[in-house]
């Protein structure tokens, strides 16, 4: 019997809330006994009573936040600031806490605002992968096109090129589209940064993976310091794309996800 801790930092519109927690609640848990642990940062007292009530039907520790920052979403993007970034990380890293004083066998971080398929846990354990992350796909703005939450080295570069290479835009491009085009294919692959849904085996955990800050790296985002951290561990990082998430970045998205759900 594996024992799995799923959560995260929460803060989220109740009617998104719900829908995460109730697609945590379909995960297929044959021969997984399952806890959650979740930061409720909610600024709406409707989704710190979702929470609540979801705690009553499950093994369930709330964590409470020492600071309720404004988010910024909009239709066309999320408006993340430097230190909202940093208290996000901070609440991953007292979950982290959490999965190594229950010596869980396994953590798995999941943003709320995304969708899983019922075989999302079962699969990634299966892999036997350290530290692996579902993918999914966003249009991070409404009219570019849909890019997944992985990626290759540095920032979000999507394409390998070797020190002191020489390249054409060309053939950059075309390397970009051979990883993506990979990532459509079912199958498990090794990147060089992930983050959203990520799974996370107690040895990583043991080993001290973390999300804070390495002062010596600019790279925005507490998910490219937990990388470059995991990478310097020897720990090697994996996306899988069996099963994709669906994620509600917009209000559009919801739209989208009820019609699919009428089908």
């Known amino acids: ?51 609540k009530e979801f705690k009553e039907r499950h093994t369930v520790k709330i964590l409470k936040s020492y600071s309720k920052d404004k988010y910024e979403k909009t239709e066309h993007t999320h408006i993340w600031k430097e230190q909202l970034i940093w208290k996000v990380a901070d609440f991953k890293n ?9 010596k869980y066998d396994y953590l798995l971080f999941v943003d709320s605002d995304l969708i899983l398929h019922p075989n999302t846990l079962q699969h990634l354990i299966k892999t036997g992968k350290d530290i692996i992350s579902e993918v999914f796909w966003t249009k991070w703005a409404p009219e570019s096109m849909p890019l997944p939450q992985v990626w290759l080295k540095d920032e979000y570069t999507m394409y390998h090129k070797d020190r002191g290479e020489e390249v054409t835009q060309q053939e950059l491009e075309g390397r970009m589209r051979n990883f993506l085009n990979m990532l459509r294919r079912p199958g498990v692959y090794e990147v060089g940064g992930l983050g959203a849904l990520t799974l996370i085996s107690k040895r990583s955990i043991d080993a001290g993976v973390n999300f804070s800050e390495i002062k010596n790296v600019s790279f925005w985002g507490e998910d490219r310091h937990f990388c470059i951290r995991a990478q310097a561990l020897g720990l090697k990082l994996h996306a899988d794309t069996h099963y994709p998430a669906f994620h509600i970045y917009r209000q559009s998205d919801l739209e989208i996800l009820k019609a699919q759900s009428h089908h």
Do not use: T, W
């Open 1 to 51: 019997m594996k024992k799995v801790l799923i959560g995260g930092p929460i803060h989220q519109e109740p009617e998104i809330l719900d829908l995460y927690l109730k697609s945590l609640e379909a995960l297929n848990q044959d021969k997984i006994e399952v806890h959650y642990c979740f930061v409720d940062d909610n600024r709406d007292e409707e989704s710190s009573k979702i929470l």
């Open 94 to 102: 007292r979950v982290i806490l959490e999965a190594k004083k229950g």
